[in-house]
Antibody
Framework: EVQLVESGGGLVQPGGSLRLSCAAS????????MDWVRQAPGKGLEWVAR??????????EYAASVKGKFTISRDDSQNSLFLHMTSLKTEDTAVYFC???????????????WGQGTLVTVSS | DIQMTQSPSSLSASVGDRVTIKCRASQGITTHIAWFQQKPGKAPKSLIYAASTLQSDVSSRFSASGYGTDFSLTITSLQAEDFATYYCQHYHTYPLTFGGGTKVEIK
């Protein structure tokens, strides 16, 4: 059974940094495209970042709102996904979900399976 | 960036009703759209990808269609467990973007 378990959320001051983790079981992360998606309190979903699989050399994509501030990475020895967040602002307050993507018949990748999320609160 | 416009933003329906949610992309995305269901306090669940393909664990009450810019998700014979918020998302290009969501409430 596939499981994605996020951790590392919490309260951080504006301007601070935080690293989120997503531990995977039942799948090998390096074989998959992986995403981070966030949801501000009471709001909709916002895609944050993607890392491609090892075959695609772990290349990354980011939403404009986080580019240059957030870094998505993977540690294959831990089978874990990370999101390193810097220069945090109050508007980064959200539940952060890690998700596994899958490819459709056209070779485009959609979000297929979600973790339960971890809450990040940016406040002084 | 491709914008995804969902309608309606909310609707009220009764158990047994047929419900349709629409999603319009600001430019053509062929069939690169997915649909998700989210219940309060829970993670989203993937329902459909490639515009019309159901995930393996999704009830056949759910169906979806569309191509290019106009898409729809239909729930036939709404059940109590279907009351939730539904989101569309395109995955045609980066950045991936979601629609604003449609909250399906009990009438």
């Amino acid at each position: 059974e596939v499981q994605l378990v996020e951790s590392g959320g919490g309260l951080v001051q504006p301007g601070g940094s935080l690293r989120l983790s997503c531990a995977a079981s039942g799948l090998t992360l390096s074989d998959h495209y992986m995403d981070w998606v966030r949801q501000a309190p009471g709001k909709g979903l916002e895609w944050v970042a993607r890392i491609r699989n090892r075959d695609r050399r772990d290349t990354t994509e980011y939403a404009a709102s986080v580019k240059g501030k957030f870094t998505i990475s993977r540690d294959d020895s831990q089978n874990s996904l990370f999101l390193h967040m810097t220069s945090l602002k109050t508007e980064d307050t959200a539940v952060y979900f890690c998700a596994r993507a899958a490819g459709d018949r056209d070779g485009h990748y959609y979000v297929a399976y979600w973790g339960q999320g971890t809450l990040v609160t940016v406040s002084s | 960036d491709i914008q995804m416009t969902q309608s309606p933003s909310s609707l009220s329906a009764s158990v047994g009703d047929r419900v349709t949610i629409k999603c319009r992309a600001s430019q053509g995305i062929t069939t690169h759209i997915a649909w998700f269901q989210q219940k309060p306090g829970k993670a989203p669940k993937s329902l459909i990808y490639a515009a019309s393909t159901l995930q393996s664990d999704v009830s056949s009450r759910f169906s979806a269609s569309g191509y290019g810019t106009d898409f729809s998700l239909t729930i036939t014979s709404l059940q109590a467990e279907d009351f939730a918020t539904y989101y569309c998302q395109h995955y045609h290009t980066y950045p991936l973007t979601f629609g604003g969501g449609t909250k399906v409430e009990i009438k």
